[in-house]
């Protein structure tokens, strides 16, 4: 009744505001048959039956009735373990300059829509440099769906180093906001890269000097030594006039991570117009910031001694903390310890027989003594560094022909005969050894010399009586050479590898002789580091202790290291081997390089 009622004075209001602006508006009269009776019945029907209604209830109803509508809400959620970090080198932090994400799928799982829906994402730990947007339109999700979600992040240059936490809520029109998250991750500040030349050789295909009008070699290892990654490097060989690339100047790295480093090789000649004593080069470096390459101007003087072009080294190295320099020599070839006193009577035979194929037409590369003259090179600025023996007492010979080591030889024995017994020699040999097939006798083999002709050769017998024929205050005698018919992983004669077990050949006087290896065994390479294992080693012990060292010590640290190295290695066994003469017994154990 009361509904009814409420109707009536509804329809009595409206009634008396249309009929205004009837009256009001209308140019034609409704006073039509019939009409006054409709306005009457209109106007008070409803007057006499509220009033009715007031007499029986005794009471009057004038306030309205409110309708409320039935809402079905939505149920935001984050899907279980979608809540992750992207980033773009994928260590699961925000570098400096680095752009990612943090990424989540929302789901609805109420009966009803979520409208407006928007992503609030605050950061409580004040990371400065941490860069995204505060908040992000979603717009509405319907029941059973889900929606990927994903908030930019990056870092600026000045982003600092911590751990950043990312609080995050779904916020919806009607209230129905998602449980709030987060996620944590680490930031790091920028680390600046550092790109570089470390290190540069210049070679020639067959080794020799460099020579005008002939092409050269220039081998450089550009590194990032920095921490920071950095991309977008190249270089430019820059050369002076009448100096000619024999083919492209600029090289294009690309990206090295931190230790990261690449080799590059670059081929120049210089005519025979140039006419200064060296050859500059300037290698000109850029990277991605413009700022952490640097420049490096090498040089290399006419008619220097080159070494023969080397293998490619593999020098890719993974991101680490602690970054080593790569390089194309060995690390006993640099920091050299510097002995500054001079020994006036000490003086020194150096030989590095490596090339033989260029000599004998009927040998492969593969015959020759692979690192035999970078053996040889380096023990010669031994001699001088740590020795203490004067460049000018140092006889020294790459690659000698039969005539050429005989004379050698006899410069030493005639400076031991002219020294009168106060001469110290040290004499260093790197190159092949072979046996007589028939007397087993052993040979050192000069570059011209075929192993089927070790006769032809310098009879390790009669070089070993030659220097003791005269007194000597010691004489010291290196080996890195076999006599078994192998040697450095190579045969002498091609298409034969004999091996013999050679005499043993006696020795007298001051002498001590280190080797090697013994009996059939061969002496190795040691590809890493550039050099024969054993002399690898011998340089080694001498850098570590600058010299101060006694006999005795440097041959029980040959004979553990090369044994070691060559089974792990080479996977062959080489025992090197120290031989004295009867005439210094156990005397020889007390003496020391410096």
């Given at each position: ?6 109707h009536s004075k509804f329809m009595y209001q409206r009634s008396v505001n249309n009929h205004k602006i009837y009256f009001m508006n209308s140019k034609t009269a409704f006073l039509k048959k019939g009409g006054l009776i409709l306005v009457f019945i209109q106007l008070c029907l409803p007057m006499m039956l509220l009033a009715q209604q007031s007499q029986v209830s ?33 260590n699961n932090r925000i570098d400096a300059l680095e752009h990612g994400s943090v990424d989540f799928v929302l789901q609805n799982k109420g009966k009803g829509t979520a409208f407006g829906l928007t992503v609030s994402i605050t950061e409580k730990s004040s990371i400065n440099g941490l860069v995204f947007e505060n908040n992000i339109n979603v717009g509405r999700l ?411 010590e440097l041959y029980k640290y040959l004979r553990k290291e090369v044994s070691n190295i060559s089974n792990i290695v080479n996977s062959k066994i080489q025992d090197a081997t120290v031989i004295p003469s009867p005439d210094v017994a156990d005397q020889w154990r007390s003496w020391k390089f410096n």
């Amino acid at each position: 009744m009361e509904s009814f009622l409420y109707h009536s004075k509804f329809m009595y209001q409206r009634s008396v505001n249309n009929h205004k602006i009837y009256f009001m508006n209308s140019k034609t009269a409704f006073l039509k048959k019939g009409g006054l009776i409709l306005v009457f019945i209109q106007l008070c029907l409803p007057m006499m039956l509220l009033a009715q209604q007031s007499q029986v209830s005794g009471v009057s109803k004038s306030t309205p009735v409110h309708i409320t509508r039935a809402v079905v809400p939505p149920y935001l959620l984050v899907k279980e373990n979608s809540l992750v970090l992207f980033d773009n080198n994928n260590n699961n932090r925000i570098d400096a300059l680095e752009h990612g994400s943090v990424d989540f799928v929302l789901q609805n799982k109420g009966k009803g829509t979520a409208f407006g829906l928007t992503v609030s994402i605050t950061e409580k730990s004040s990371i400065n440099g941490l860069v995204f947007e505060n908040n992000i339109n979603v717009g509405r999700l319907e029941p059973g769906q889900e929606k990927k979600i994903s908030i930019p992040v990056r870092g600026e240059f000045y982003l600092t180093t911590g751990t950043a936490e990312l609080s995050i809520v779904v916020k919806e029109k009607s209230g129905f906001d998602s449980d709030p998250m987060s996620i944590k991750f680490k930031t790091l500040e920028f680390l600046q890269p550092n790109v570089k030349i470390v290190d540069a050789q210049f070679n020639t295909e067959g080794g020799g000097t460099l020579r005008l009008g002939l092409p050269v070699t220039l081998k450089v290892i550009v590194q990032n030594i920095g921490q920071g990654v950095t991309d977008n490097i190249s270089s430019e060989f820059q050369l002076p006039d009448m100096v000619f690339a024999t083919d492209a100047t600029k090289f294009a790295i690309g990206k090295l991570l931190p230790g990261e480093s690449k080799v590059l090789n670059f081929e120049f000649t210089a005519n025979k117009q140039y006419n200064k004593p060296r050859i500059p080069i300037t290698v000109h470096l850029t990277e991605r910031y413009g700022k952490y390459a640097h420049d490096t101007i090498l040089q290399a003087a006419v008619n220097q001694v080159l070494a023969k072009v080397s293998k490619d080294i593999d020098t890719r190295m993974p991101e680490h903390v602690n970054i080593t320099n790569a390089s194309l020599t060995s690390d006993v070839d640099k920091n050299i310890p510097q002995n500054n006193k001079q020994n006036e009577s000490r003086f020194a035979l150096i030989i590095g027989n490596e090339d033989y194929s260029n000599k004998q037409k009927d040998l492969s590369s593969e015959s020759d003594v692979e690192f035999a003259r970078n053996d040889a090179r380096v023990f010669k600025q031994y001699c001088m560094d740590v020795l203490g023996i004067p460049k000018d007492q140092i006889i020294y010979h790459e690659d000698a022909t039969r005539i050429e080591m005989e004379k050698d030889i006899e410069k030493i024995e005639h400076i031991e005969q002219t020294m009168e017994g106060q001469a110290e020699v040290f004499v260093f040999y790197a190159g092949h050894g072979f046996p007589d097939e028939k007397t087993k006798d052993a040979y050192i083999i000069p570059v011209d010399i075929s192993g089927a002709d070790a006769k032809s050769g310098i009879s390790l017998q009669s070089f070993y009586r030659g220097l003791s024929e005269h007194p000597c205050k010691r004489i010291t005698i290196f080996l890195d050479a076999c006599f078994s018919g192998g040697a450095r992983n190579q045969p002498l004669l091609a298409g034969r590898f004999v091996k013999i077990s050679p005499n043993s050949d006696p020795i007298s006087g001051n002498m001590v002789i280190f080797a090697a290896s013994n009996g059939e065994q061969s002496a190795l390479p040691y590809a890493e580091k550039q050099h024969g294992l054993f002399t690898y080693f011998l340089l080694k012990k001498l850098q570590d202790s600058g010299g101060n060292v006694s006999y005795d010590e440097l041959y029980k640290y040959l004979r553990k290291e090369v044994s070691n190295i060559s089974n792990i290695v080479n996977s062959k066994i080489q025992d090197a081997t120290v031989i004295p003469s009867p005439d210094v017994a156990d005397q020889w154990r007390s003496w020391k390089f410096n």
